[in-house]
């Protein structure tokens, strides 16, 4: 029988053999699907290029409106209108502003700030029935991420992370709006970058879709919008240390969005 001294380091030593083992499956998809431990969600592969951009972005981000119309002025704009100069005449052209060849479109910010975000978390369903049971919180833990001030999903944990922000619309601080944030999805929406309008939040529970925790949003609308867009377009992968799968983009809106820390140095 070994004394409590002894089997200590034993225990310690099967711990690191179990990361090991978890982190490799998140870069082998056989031991992946053996385990259910892989980084990405329904209907992902394991390595996809947005199929388009998202596209839309600014139409949820900012509204168009006519840019105000400045009649030209001066003795070279006087001329113009009578017939007797054309509008790019040299004459008085330190007096004269020249006219804008269209009414072009102003962007005015329609997303004013981020006022909550929830991350949300789906089994790895690949698994068929047995997508309930493969582990999601486990990897957190095995990471220590609590003990180490971090919040948000390991990298290399299985099933897939999203967020759903409530953001407050301009001009109106009791509108708000929620958006699911998805990345990696890229088969099933079409891009790998997604944010699709969602009234509902998951349950936390334990099978299916749940809702892991929450936090005041920090982040205004244009920095949310820039985080978007450094995002979008790239390539969605699977492993962990490549900063590219759905755990990683998780991590990095709560760290920019939230008060809290998404990730460290010691992240893969």
Same mark, same amino acid.
């Given at each position: 029988?070994?004394?409590? %001294?002894?089997?200590?380091? !034993?225990?310690?030593?099967?711990? *690191?053999?179990?990361?090991?083992?978890? !982190?490799?499956?998140?870069?082998?998809?056989?031991?992946?699907?053996?385990?259910? /431990?892989?980084?990405?969600?329904?209907?992902? #592969?394991?390595?996809?290029? %947005?199929?388009?951009?998202?596209?839309?972005?600014?139409?949820?981000?900012?509204?168009?409106?006519?840019?105000?119309? /400045?009649?030209?002025?001066?003795?070279?704009?006087?001329?113009? *209108?009578? +017939?007797?100069?054309?509008?790019? #005449?040299?004459? =008085?052209?330190?007096? #004269?502003?020249?006219?804008?060849?269209?009414?072009?479109?102003?962007?005015?910010? !329609?997303?004013?700030? /981020?006022?909550?975000?929830?991350?949300?978390?789906?089994?790895?369903?690949?698994?068929?029935?047995?997508?309930?049971? @493969?582990?999601?919180?486990?990897?957190?833990?095995?990471?220590?991420?609590?003990?180490?001030?971090? @919040? +948000?999903?390991?990298?290399?944990?299985?099933?897939? %992370?999203?967020?759903? /922000?409530?953001?407050?619309?301009?001009?109106?601080?009791?509108?708000?709006?929620?958006?699911?944030?998805?990345?990696?999805? +890229?088969?099933?929406?079409?891009?790998?970058? %997604?944010?699709?309008?969602?009234?509902?939040?998951?349950?936390?529970?334990?099978?299916?879709?749940?809702?892991?925790?929450?936090?005041? +949003?920090?982040?205004?609308?244009?920095?949310?919008?820039?985080?978007?867009? !450094?995002?979008?377009?790239?390539?969605?992968?699977?492993?962990?240390?490549?900063? #590219?799968?759905?755990?990683?983009?998780?991590?990095?809106?709560?760290?920019?969005?939230?008060?809290?820390?998404?990730? =460290?140095?010691? =992240?893969?």
């Amino acid at each position: 029988r070994l004394s409590a %001294s002894a089997a200590r380091p !034993r225990t310690l030593s099967l711990a *690191r053999v179990l990361v090991r083992v978890l !982190r490799t499956a998140g870069e082998r998809r056989d031991v992946a699907l053996l385990l259910g /431990v892989v980084p990405m969600g329904s209907k992902s #592969s394991k390595s996809s290029a %947005s199929h388009l951009p998202h596209g839309k972005l600014d139409d949820i981000f900012f509204t168009g409106q006519p840019r105000e119309h /400045v009649p030209p002025q001066g003795l070279g704009a006087l001329l113009a *209108r009578l +017939g007797l100069a054309s509008p790019a #005449s040299s004459l =008085d052209t330190s007096l #004269s502003v020249p006219e804008p060849l269209a009414l072009e479109p102003e962007q005015a910010q !329609r997303i004013k700030r /981020v006022a909550r975000v929830h991350w949300c978390s789906s089994p790895f369903d690949e698994l068929g029935a047995f997508a309930d049971l @493969s582990p999601r919180s486990l990897p957190r833990r095995l990471a220590r991420r609590e003990s180490r001030g971090l @919040s +948000g999903p390991a990298t290399w944990e299985a099933g897939h %992370s999203y967020a759903l /922000v409530d953001v407050e619309i301009a001009g109106d601080p009791a509108l708000q709006e929620r958006y699911r944030l998805n990345w990696g999805q +890229g088969t099933r929406y079409g891009t790998n970058l %997604s944010m699709i309008p969602q009234k509902d939040l998951p349950l936390k529970r334990f099978k299916g879709d749940r809702l892991e925790k929450d936090w005041p +949003g920090t982040c205004t609308g244009d920095e949310l919008y820039s985080l978007l867009k !450094r995002w979008d377009g790239r390539v969605y992968d699977s492993a962990p240390h490549n900063n #590219s799968n759905c755990h990683h983009f998780m991590q990095e809106l709560i760290h920019q969005c939230t008060d809290e820390r998404g990730h =460290d140095r010691q =992240d893969p």
